[in-house]
């Protein structure tokens, strides 16, 4: 049972345009999100979090929005730049038992130049 | 150094054979996990060590594997007998606070043929 789903596997986006990635969770007691991003070959990288006070975070180029009746986040990126290729991860916690994230499947993000 | 290290880097091993995975957190860090990612797949949580606590084994998939941390700091995962399912990468992360993002390492290839 995956708490945690990205459903889109892949997306492709110009350089320039608004990339926007989205991850659904199941887990009502998740008040904790993150997103990370990872180049092949290395380790995951943390990217921006949330916490489910709040239903928006902005760093930079990076907003991720946070939805909660819909248990829905989105990371979005603007404007993409080719370097932001990459598999993005949405990963979620529950502070009542912050022992780990639980992650999303991934994303493959591609910015066209 | 500054981040998480994990060795070896790439391991193609015979199935059958035991391996281990060594993983050197980041300095101070009191939590360390271990994840895996299978191809096309997503994180697979495996086990976390916080401190002195008993280590939570809840991710682990069989009785073939087991992980131990010396000291606080070096952690080492061990998979006896193995399988070609167990072929993976297989990621180490070190966290500085009981909330917050995770540090991970560049991970180690495992194939098992």
């Known amino acids: 049972d995956q708490q945690v789903k990205q459903n889109s596997p892949s997306l492709s986006v110009q350089e320039g345009r608004i990339s926007i990635l989205n991850c659904d969770y199941t887990n009502s007691m998740f008040d904790y999100f993150l997103w990370y991003k990872k180049y092949p070959a290395e380790g995951p990288t943390f990217l921006i979090s949330?916490?489910?006070?709040?239903d928006k975070n902005e760093d930079g180029r990076f907003t991720v929005f946070l939805n909660k009746s819909a248990k829905h986040l989105s990371l979005h990126i603007v404007p993409s730049q080719p370097g932001d290729s990459a598999v993005y991860f949405c990963a979620a916690s529950a502070s009542g038992s912050a022992r780990q994230l639980t992650f999303g499947s991934g994303t493959q993000l591609t910015v066209l130049p | 150094g500054a981040g998480v290290s994990q060795s070896p880097s790439n391991k193609v091993t015979e199935k059958g054979k035991d391996v281990e995975l060594r993983c050197d957190p980041i300095s101070g860090h009191t939590a360390l996990y271990w994840y895996r990612q299978s191809l096309g797949q997503g994180l697979e949580f495996l086990i976390y060590?916080?401190?002195?606590?008993?280590?939570?084994k809840s991710g682990l998939p069989s009785d073939r594997f087991s992980a131990e941390r010396t000291g606080g700091s070096v952690s080492t995962l061990t998979i006896q007998r193995t399988q070609q399912e167990d072929s993976a990468v297989y990621l180490c992360a070190s966290r500085a606070l009981v909330l917050g993002e995770l540090f991970f390492g560049e991970g180690s290839r495992l194939t098992v043929l």
């Open positions: 949330i916490s489910s006070i709040k």
């Open positions: 060590f916080q401190g002195n606590s008993a280590p939570d």
